[in-house]
């Protein structure tokens, strides 16, 4: 944690998703915290073991997908959003944001908008008594843009190099754990990382949140395994 307390971030080499592959800055996925909230979670997870997590694309689910925004003016947030991710801290769920950010690789922004977009979400969601615990982003395209952006990863999604490393730096426990996002490619994500995939077509997200845990809930207490979707 800095002194300053100001946002922390880090690079994570791909070879950890995949054996031989490029690592260092040229092939990561991006990691965003706010310090305060990093030692009382892991703390708490320590404590506590295992927990479950819920996984959150971004655009088109968190926001309104617009096309590459990055900017908070250009952020409206989708109905029950924070209230989902309140639902989902108050359960005791850690709660990741996994975001492809294709425009960076594009060159219509550049990662630092995409850290400067995250700290105002997180500071949204503070104020209705939500947290992030960690923003996941990543920044490549296989066909647009040059090196190092351009490149065939494994975090962008459909690939599950986001979930994975979420699920290795924190104690998640996968089962009961799920993604929701607006596209196949979120799903295929969520299936590749081994928990359920949840596809969102508008709406309340809280209430869909809520669906989901009570299913899982039933589930639970009938001795069945709530399935991805296939």
Request: charged share 25%; glycine share 10%; with cysteine.
């Amino acid at each position: 944690m800095r002194a300053d307390k100001t946002l922390v971030d880090k690079t994570l080499g791909q070879a950890a998703f995949r054996p031989g592959r490029t690592t260092g800055p040229t092939a990561f996925c991006e990691e965003l915290r706010m310090p305060d909230d990093i030692a009382p979670a892991r703390s708490a997870a320590a404590g506590d073991g295992r927990r479950r997590a819920a996984f959150f694309d971004r655009d088109g689910v968190l926001n309104e997908d617009i096309g590459f925004a990055h900017r908070p003016d250009q952020i409206t947030w989708m109905p029950g959003a924070r209230e989902a991710v309140k639902r989902l801290n108050d359960a005791g769920f850690l709660v990741f944001v996994v975001t492809n950010q294709g425009g960076v690789a594009r060159g219509l922004y550049g990662e630092e908008h995409v850290r400067t977009l995250h700290r105002w979400m997180q500071e949204e969601l503070r104020a209705a008594g939500a947290h992030v615990d960690a923003f996941y982003h990543c920044p490549h395209h296989p066909d647009h843009g040059e090196p190092p952006y351009r490149t065939d990863c494994r975090c962008r999604k459909p690939e599950p190099g986001m979930l994975l490393r979420a699920m290795a730096e924190w104690p998640v426990e996968p089962r009961g754990s799920f993604l929701i996002g607006d596209r196949e490619t979120d799903v295929q994500a969520a299936q590749r990382a081994g928990i359920e995939g949840t596809l969102y077509r508008g709406g309340n997200l809280d209430a869909l949140v809520a669906g989901i845990l009570a299913r899982s809930e039933v589930c639970s207490g009938s001795g069945a395994e709530v399935e991805a979707i296939r």
